[in-house]
């Protein structure tokens, strides 16, 4: 199998639970649990990337993470519809912890005439996973794609490239793992999305 996945994913367990990364529902607010999609892939890149050294993480640990990236990762009345909005957010909140970072986007248009070819969106999900980092993704539109709900962020913590033109991702959402036909996805999507991931 040609699998390329994140170095240590049960950074992301949540001890006690069979949860593996964070899901919205643990927002106290209603609104927070409608549209918080976004800092909640926000609060999974923290998890793993600020704190790698503790092997797993509470619920508590969780959810402190989860509010304090909601302040900087805060979705409008459109939820957080667009990459620039996400790394904007995220980047504030990892100045303010101090932390040297740098985000990487992928747009994918919503024009399929200008869309990339999947090779180009293989690379740059490679180039995230080979530097350990977990990538956020944006799905307006899951198109064809049935076990992806749409207008929706999760996590990337794998991919798959063992079928030719197929592109199987690893993702988190709601704290389960799935796994999703990227491919697919590409060919199928109605609306635009897209990629970030940050390298510390």
Request: charged share 15%; hydrophobic share 40%; proline share 4%.
């Amino acid at each position: 199998m040609n699998l390329l996945t994140l170095k240590n994913i049960d950074l992301l367990k949540i001890e006690g639970t069979d949860f593996i990364g964070c899901n919205q529902e643990w927002y106290s607010k209603p609104w927070q649990r409608l549209s918080g999609c976004g800092p909640t892939a926000a609060s999974m890149i923290a998890l793993y990337q600020i704190d790698p050294k503790k092997s797993s993480k509470t619920l508590d640990e969780a959810k402190a993470t989860m509010n304090r990236v909601w302040q900087y990762v805060t979705p409008g009345f459109g939820g957080i519809n667009r990459l620039d909005r996400f790394y904007n957010g995220f980047s504030k909140y990892l100045s303010s912890m101090n932390l040297t970072h740098q985000h990487h986007a992928f747009e994918i248009p919503k024009e399929v005439t200008h869309r990339p070819h999947l090779s180009q969106v293989i690379d740059f999900i490679v180039a995230g996973l080979s530097d350990d980092a977990p990538i956020a993704f944006l799905n307006l539109n899951n198109g064809k794609v049935h076990n992806l709900e749409a207008y929706h962020w999760v996590l990337i913590t794998g991919l798959d490239l063992s079928h030719p033109s197929i592109a199987l991702a690893h993702i988190l959402d709601g704290g389960v793992p799935l796994i999703i036909d990227l491919s697919l996805w590409l060919e199928t999507t109605t609306s635009s999305g897209g990629f970030v991931y940050f390298t510390l």
